[in-house]
């Protein structure tokens, strides 16, 4: 039987075999029994040394490096990393485990792209662990360890308002009723049996909820659990003195194989990476700053100008990487002399909102001061550099937000189903054009 | 009947009249009265917006003075509960809240300026749609319904909800107004199973389906809908009786598959415009307070009792109108 902690480190089990680690410093050590399963696991590419992680660290690394080469490496070769689905694996991986929501924990905290990056890892291995598993041996797994996270066969939607609010679980995945999630087949039967008509209830309840749903929740149990712990974690390394230095090498380590993809191949698919702050192209503008550019009419024209087009204009041309640097700045640190801003932000904007019926800064010329506000430069009439700092620059509207705040706006072309931010739209488009003018001069070059 | 739209503003002698005279202390909701001291109130005094707030009253009876000696133009009440609400600090819980503004619904029969019986009942059957789903499937029960003067307020007070961030706030909007469609194939082992929303009679299928089914019967010849041209919708319009009946396989049939898929992908994203989804996010917001008069409209802000048989028209009119009228 498979340990429930090969596939969740948090449970009890997994507890154990942490305790039963002992010497901290052993993290570090060659561990041959480590590297003996490594080698033995099936299929397992053992050409090269690097393949083969020699101690706890190296398989914590491992794991995520697994991870973010599986997502963005074209060359990925999951031969290389056969042995994280080895189930004889379990001690070890249960260490790294542990070893890197701590590194993750004290060093970046859980607002951290390493720690996003350490709890999607964590989701996608189980995934692929479960995968790998047969039929009936999964099924086991995934509902004993359900049965040790949810207490209750009575399960109200409220339970899993963590997974909601991170969105790992959306309310349309469950299937509700009287504010409980149906997940036991049973109950589906009882509740619902006499409501289908020309279909099989049972084949029904196995195609909306069965395994898949079931499966889906226990993932998502376990990468919020995840998330926790290192929440836990990085609020008691705040109290505490200094952390274990092992624990912050991991965690730089973990900082360069990240930095190494986005190097490579772009953080998560994304092209902001690789943009840098030029002058804009409206051409490469997506739908909904579009829409907003040819002018609002009254509803929604504030918000639209204010909340939702300076900010994309103001990082589209001076910041476009805001999202994969990840570092917060001011708009001085780019344009020292506000320069561009003058020129060439805020024409656009003051065109867009000329462009408004009624045009808006006409109607209500205090909203000047509400513009001036999302930039960074304080309740003022203008930008100013001593006013800068005391209010925040304004990040871009995600897509999401622009749904809830000015659902007109949101006209989704076929680029915008890769993306989930109006300022990626613009990366991609601009990194697109770019890559055409380059293929066409190539092409030039050779007639 | 008074018709809305010949309401005209309330003049300071007709707010002083309605407050000295006819509201009384006792037309505020218990749901509000019983926590006044943890609310923060606001007031718009001239008809530019509510800018006199952070106002805390410890009693009902101060409240009562209050609007008894200034006869606001608005009055409005935070749908969060504060340990100290004069500050604004210290934010304990806030009512879930659906805002439907008859002016604002996407899809409207009638053809008026701002509103009118006809929409304002288009909103009353919005809001028993939600109200519907909110017990249906969400198992929330404490829900108080408010007739805002232009449209209805759904606030939810079931102390499940009360504490949940806007995130979770907003999915819930998403889910109601049924703002995403459903998937219609399911892996089934290792083979695809194909169930439309419509031939599943519980959960997100099914308020996905109740929504577009008032959308579809709601639409006329110049609703706008995205990726829908003329043709299609003349197709839909001619079709929809058999939606009407619940023949969603034959309409389907009819209209064909591709255009069908378009014809829910398109309402699905209009959907979203059916509740003011920024009210319901709001863990701040302040909401006009029911009893108080809005003046702009001439109307009571008012608890409704029972959704299905509230009229405005004879419920939330205060006496001055009929007197102007006379």
């Not at chain 1, 924990?105 to 996003?116: D, L, T």
Request: aromatic content about 10%; overall charge neutral; some cysteine.
């Amino acid at each position: 039987m498979v340990s429930v902690a090969f596939i969740n480190p948090l449970s009890d089990e997994g507890e154990i075999i942490v305790r039963e680690l002992g010497d901290f410093g052993r993290v570090l050590s060659d561990n041959d029994d480590l590297m003996q399963i490594v080698t033995g696991s099936r299929s397992q590419e053992i050409s090269d040394d690097s393949f083969i992680p020699r101690n706890y660290i190296d398989l914590a690394i491992k794991r995520i490096e697994w991870f973010v080469k599986k997502k963005n490496d074209r060359n990925f070769d999951n031969n290389q990393y056969e042995f994280l689905f080895n189930t004889e694996i379990l001690k070890f991986d249960v260490i790294a485990f542990y070893l890197l929501c701590q590194a993750v924990g004290v060093k970046y905290g859980p607002n951290s792209r390493e720690s996003r990056v350490m709890v999607e890892s964590q989701g996608k291995l189980i995934e692929y662990r479960l995968e790998k598993l047969p039929k009936n041996i999964r099924e086991e797994l995934v509902t004993n360890i359900l049965n040790s996270l949810i207490s209750s066969t009575h399960i109200k939607w409220t339970f899993f308002e963590d997974l909601i609010s991170t969105k790992k679980l959306k309310l349309q995945d469950l299937i509700l009723d009287q504010g409980e999630i149906i997940l036991d087949k049973d109950d589906f039967l009882e509740r619902f049996s006499h409501k289908i008509h020309g279909r099989k209830p049972g084949k029904m309840y196995e195609a909306l909820i069965g395994d898949r749903i079931k499966e889906l929740v226990m993932i998502k149990m376990v990468m919020q659990n995840t998330e926790n712990y290192i929440l836990k974690v990085g609020e008691k390394s705040d109290r505490e003195i200094e952390p274990n230095p092992i624990l912050l090498e991991l965690a730089d380590k973990i900082s360069d194989v990240l930095a190494t993809s986005v190097r490579s191949y772009g953080i998560g698919g994304s092209y902001s990476g690789s943009v840098k702050a030029s002058a804009l192209n409206p051409k490469a503008f997506p739908p909904c700053v579009k829409k907003v550019m040819e002018g609002m009419k009254s509803g929604g024209r504030n918000d639209a100008i204010i909340m939702f087009l300076t900010p994309f204009i103001s990082y589209a041309r001076l910041y476009p990487s805001v999202f994969s640097e990840n570092i917060t700045k001011q708009i001085s640190d780019i344009d020292p002399s506000l320069l561009i801003v003058q020129n060439e932000v805020l024409p656009l904007i003051f065109g867009a909102a000329e462009r408004c019926t009624p045009p808006l800064f006409e109607d209500q010329p205090q909203d000047k001061v509400n513009l001036n506000a999302k930039l960074g430069f304080g309740m003022h009439q203008n930008p100013d550099l001593k006013n800068e700092g005391e209010t925040i620059w304004y990040t871009p509207m995600s897509c999401e937000k622009v749904k809830i705040h000015l659902p007109s706006l949101c006209k989704p072309d076929e680029n915008c189903k890769k993306i989930g931010n109006p300022l990626s739209y613009y990366n991609m488009m601009i990194w697109k054009v770019k890559k055409e003018a380059k293929t066409e001069s190539a092409t030039d070059n050779t007639e | 009947m008074v018709k809305i739209e010949y309401l005209t503003p309330a003049s300071p002698e007709e707010r002083k009249r309605y407050y000295r005279e006819e509201w009384d202390i006792k037309q505020v909701p218990d749901f509000i009265a019983h926590s006044i001291q943890e609310r923060e109130f606001g007031f718009d005094h001239v008809g530019r917006g509510p800018n006199d707030r952070y106002k805390v009253f410890r009693t009902p009876d101060l409240l009562k003075r209050f609007l008894k000696v200034r006869t606001p133009f608005a009055a409005y009440c935070s749908v969060a509960f504060y340990d100290k609400p004069r500050r604004r600090d210290k934010w304990t819980k806030a009512e879930l809240v659906f805002d439907v503004d008859a002016k604002d619904i996407p899809i409207r029969t009638c053809e008026c300026e701002s509103v009118c019986e006809i929409c304002l009942n288009e909103a009353k059957e919005i809001v028993c749609g939600i109200i519907d789903t909110l017990k249906e499937d969400l198992g929330l029960n404490n829900i108080h319904i408010v007739y805002s003067g232009r449209g209805y307020h759904a606030r939810v007070l079931d102390d499940d909800v009360t504490h949940i961030n806007s995130d979770v706030r907003s999915q819930i909007v998403k889910y109601l107004v049924g703002a995403e469609v459903p998937e219609n194939e399911y892996s089934l082992n290792y083979e695809k199973v194909s169930y439309e929303h419509f031939v599943i009679p519980f959960g997100y299928p099914n308020v996905f389906t109740e929504r577009v089914k008032y959308s579809i019967l709601h639409l006329n010849e110049h609703s706008n809908l995205d990726e829908v041209n003329k043709k299609l919708l003349k197709d839909v319009l001619k079709n929809r009786h058999l939606i009407e009946d619940n023949n969603w396989g034959l309409f389907k049939n009819k209209i064909g598959p591709l255009r069908y898929k378009k014809v829910v992908n398109g309402i699905a994203s209009m959907n979203m415009s059916l509740v003011d989804a920024k009210v319901s996010i709001d863990l701040k917001r302040i909401l006009r307070l029911p009893s108080s008069l809005h003046s702009m409209v001439s109307m009571k802000c008012t608890e409704v009792k029972n959704i299905e048989t509230f009229d405005p028209f004879k419920e939330a009119v205060p006496k001055f109108v009929y007197e102007r009228k006379e």
